[in-house]
């Protein structure tokens, strides 16, 4: 007996698209290193552990490498690992509107008299777990742009590791 699978050619380029996606859930590049300009670098998330439901604490653990990629040929030369990076229920991030700005609130200061001091506009903070939960379970951004915002605080957080290879 014999079975042939007939697959429509747009079908078919779907099954190809998800065959040819890389293993990282995310990557971006870096600027050129001073000391090493052979090599192209970028961050790669290798894993991620969101958090659990039970218990008491809210952590995602996120898993990064460093790529470097010699420029000639392009060819992954070696891969870095980076410090892990614990996003804990502590944390929190700046609140940002759909067209991506970031949203501010007045904060007025007052003398015991009630007479303003000052008055100044502050980025709005929430929880950086909940804000996680939230823009993915209301599909207000892709998991793999909310992993692309919290990569660009990686890099200033942990630029001098990035920068020692």
């Given amino acids: 007996m014999k079975t042939e699978e007939i697959i429509k050619p747009e079908d078919q380029a779907l099954i190809d698209a998800i065959e040819s996606t890389d293993k990282s859930w995310f990557s971006m590049q870096l600027p050129e290193h001073p000391v090493y300009p052979q090599f192209a670098r970028k961050l790669v998330v290798t894993s991620f552990n969101p958090p659990e439901i039970e218990g008491d604490e809210d952590r995602i653990y996120v898993l990064v490498q460093q790529h470097l990629i010699l420029k000639e040929g392009n060819i992954l030369h070696k891969k870095v690992k980076m410090p892990d990076w614990l996003i804990h229920e502590k944390n929190t991030e700046e609140l940002r509107g759909l067209d991506g700005k970031i949203k501010t609130k007045t904060v007025i200061v007052k003398d015991d008299e009630g007479n303003e001091i000052s008055r100044n506009e502050e980025p709005i903070k929430v929880p950086s777990i909940k804000y ?30 990035i920068d020692a290879i």
Avoid: C, R
Avoid at 134 to 145: I, N, P, T
């Fill in 132 to 161: 996680v939960k939230f823009l993915v379970k209301s599909k207000s951004a892709h998991l793999v742009d909310v992993i692309g915002q919290f990569m660009g605080i990686y890099v200033d957080k942990y630029k001098t590791e």
